[in-house]
């Protein structure tokens, strides 16, 4: 929703996206895009890359595409010392749905940096599928910190091919999220509270959102 809804789709977007897994996200690049994919684990980058012919999504699209080997924290941080911000259209995180979870990437101190790399109008699009884990109130702090708009896109799996997914965006200019496409998957959070503090690199506590 966040990439086919965005006013720069098939306009040359600048995306951004933590954990590469197969390289599935890529499917969305278009001529003329710049994808940089960030991938902690080498054997992950082998096989979206083509090891043994199994994935293909990384070939198979026209957008330019960099992968970015090691922790991605650490190399966003580099590059913004070195080259400065992306300027991300849309910058996606989807590094959470193994159920363990790189709490070093849900920080006040993380979000910084992210925000630095995007756009002032782009997408922050976070993937919380967790089975034992309730990832939201940690992003509905990190939002209200940092004066985002954030909404709840939950999808229903068939118990077959497709399993159930929780995402959260974030922008600091929600125009995107009034688009019918994107509204009407909109989970309300309208009476949503929180007990759970602001996550920093000093303070997080995994026990405080267990399911």
Partial sequence: LAM???PKYGHGMRVGILGLGI????AYGQ??????LYEINPVMVDLAEGMDGYFT?????????TVILGDARLSL?????TSGSNN????VMDVFSSDSVPVHL??????????KHLAPDGILAVNISTRYLDLRPVMWQLSKFYNLTMIVIPT?????????SLWVLMSRTPAEFQLPAIAERVFPMDDYSTNVPLWTDDFNNLFQIFR
């Fill in 156 to 164: 229903e799996g068939d118990g077959k091919l497709v399993f159930p």
């Fill in 57 to 65: 999504y990384l070939a198979d699209n026209p957008a330019k595409k």
């Fill in 4 to 6: 086919l809804n965005h």
């Fill in 88 to 91: 991300f259209d849309v910058l």
């Fill in 106 to 115: 849900i920080t006040k101190e993380a979000f910084d940096i992210y925000l």
């Fill in 23 to 26: 390289g599935t996200l890529t």
């Fill in 31 to 36: 001529a003329g895009d710049d994808y940089r």
């Fill in 77 to 81: 941080e580099n590059e913004l010392s």
